[in-house]
């Protein structure tokens, strides 16, 4: 199994298990390693919290763990959500 789809099955794991059998409100998946696209679109599509090796020096830092929940994993480049055009 290539390292892709390793990363997009322990994910796919993560999401089984983290609300079901450990109760989570807000499912976070830590990494130290880079997550793959695949990876990334399995944890937008369920709305998962993603910290991988690019951004736990940020964590380790001091940047709270509550804002790594407005980033948009889904995304390439930036990975900060779109925030939608408001009336």
């Not at 298990?17 to 807000?26: M, P």
């Not at 910290?51 to 940020?58: A, K, S």
């Amino acid at each position: 199994m290539g390292t892709v789809l390793l990363v997009a099955f322990a994910i796919q794991t993560f999401n089984g298990t983290a609300r079901a059998e450990h109760g989570a409100d807000v499912p976070v998946f830590v990494a130290s390693c880079v997550v793959t696209k695949p990876g990334r679109d399995v944890a937008a599509r369920h709305h998962l919290t993603l910290i991988d090796v690019n951004q736990l020096g940020f964590w380790s830092g001091g940047t709270t763990l509550s804002a790594f929940l407005d980033l948009d994993i889904g995304r390439s480049g930036t990975h900060r959500r779109l925030y939608p055009d408001r009336d």
